[in-house]
């Protein structure tokens, strides 16, 4: 059974630094995503990693995924206010049943 | 495109009622999902249609039934809702495409007394 984790689940940083959110999955996938929900609302796609070593970076955000070790990254860099929100990875269960298992979630506030 | 629409984007029940949520999409996605989010639970899966005509099971479907009703359209019934089904539901959807991401409905808050 495919499980996906994140870590931290809580994070509250200030304005200006920089963190990465880790998300581990179980078994092999080599498609891995990353959305954005704030409070009250719904997801939205951030990126789609879609490979080994892909690399994607929008903003102040940049997702990595490490298919051998089963890890993807998010990296915020210079925090904004604006990023709090929470952000989920999710993982295709299986290549081509678009079966998707998602993280737990990483809550981020970041305090001006 | 009106993207992933929901109905109702609230309700309240007694324990025993039964409803029907509905869940639309103009994407001519392939492929859609019923997720339900619990606070510390993340999203969860409860059943998902990979292509019109078919629906399978997901982490979470005791006490859910579905119906593909076409390819736009895909519902989620509770027969007899329980309060341990209170939670935001979640519609989404798949173009099944290269890339895959899901494009999500704003959800249905439902509360169970």
């Known amino acids: 059974e495919l499980k996906v984790e994140q870590n931290p689940l809580f994070l509250s940083m200030q304005e200006g630094k920089n963190y990465t959110i880790y998300c581990n999955y179980s078994?092999?996938?080599?498609?891995l995503y990353w959305y954005r929900q704030d409070p009250g609302k719904s997801l939205e796609s951030l990126f789609v990693l879609l490979s080994n070593g892909a690399v994607k970076q929008e903003g102040r955000l940049m997702a990595s995924l490490d298919t051998k070790a089963r890890l993807s990254t998010l990296h915020i860099t210079a925090a904004v206010h604006d990023l709090s929100a929470t952000y989920f990875c999710?993982?295709?269960?299986?290549?081509?049943?678009?079966?998707?298992?998602f993280g737990t979630g990483t809550r981020l506030k970041v305090l001006a | 495109n009106a993207g992933v629409t929901q109905t109702p984007k609230f309700q309240v029940l007694k324990t025993g009622q039964s409803m029907t949520l509905q869940c639309a999409q103009d994407m001519n996605h392939n492929s859609m999902y019923w997720y339900r989010q619990d606070p510390g639970m993340g999203l969860r899966l409860i059943y998902y249609s990979a292509s019109e005509g078919t629906t399978d099971k997901g982490e979470v479907p005791n006490g859910y039934n579905v119906s593909r009703l076409n390819k736009r359209e895909f519902s989620l019934r509770l027969e007899s809702a329980a309060p341990s089904q209170t939670s935001v539901y979640f519609c989404a959807s798949v173009l099944g495409s290269f890339y895959n991401e899901q494009f999500f409905g704003p959800g249905t808050r439902l509360t169970v007394l």
């Open positions: 999710a993982v295709d269960a299986s290549s081509g049943t678009y079966k998707y298992i």
């Open positions: 078994t092999t996938s080599d498609r």
